[in-house]
Nanobody, 119 residues
Framework: QAQLVESGGGLVQTGGSLRLSCDDS????????VGWFRQSPGKEREFVGV????????QTADSVRGRFTISRDKTKNTVYLRMNNLKPDDTAVYYC????????????WGQGTQVTVSS
């Protein structure tokens, strides 16, 4: 059972960069497909991107494509969300989630990390 913890959030100016990390304290993250989501006040949770088990295949939402990159380090049991050229609209709580390959929904969720982009 995965126990996900996000880190790396913070306050950054427009155009800046951050790298979020998703770690699994249970040490099993390499067994799961991992997705990133975000939610800002008054808005529904939004899909940001996903990475497969191998780490070779990723998908990102249109709103972040070309600016955000997802990667995974199996030796560290960590998935990263690299965010470049950040905009105020990227301000949100970012969550990572994990699921078994082929599953429809995500089973495990982290507590989230706040990202704030100032204009």
């Amino acid at each position: 059972q995965a126990q996900l913890v996000e880190s790396g959030g913070g306050l950054v100016q427009t155009g800046g960069s951050l790298r979020l990390s998703c770690d699994d304290s249970a040490g099993a993250l390499s067994m799961y497909v991992v997705g990133w989501f975000r939610q800002s006040p008054g808005k529904e949770r939004e899909f940001v991107g996903v990475i497969d088990l191998s780490g070779r295949n990723t998908q990102t939402a249109d709103s972040v494509r070309g600016r955000f990159t997802i990667s995974r380090d199996k030796t560290k049991n960590t998935v990263y969300l690299r965010m470049n050229n950040l905009k105020p609209d990227d301000t949100a709580v970012y969550y990572c989630a994990a699921k078994i390959r082929g599953a429809e929904g995500y089973t495990f969720w982290g507590q989230g990390t706040q990202v704030t982009v100032s204009s």
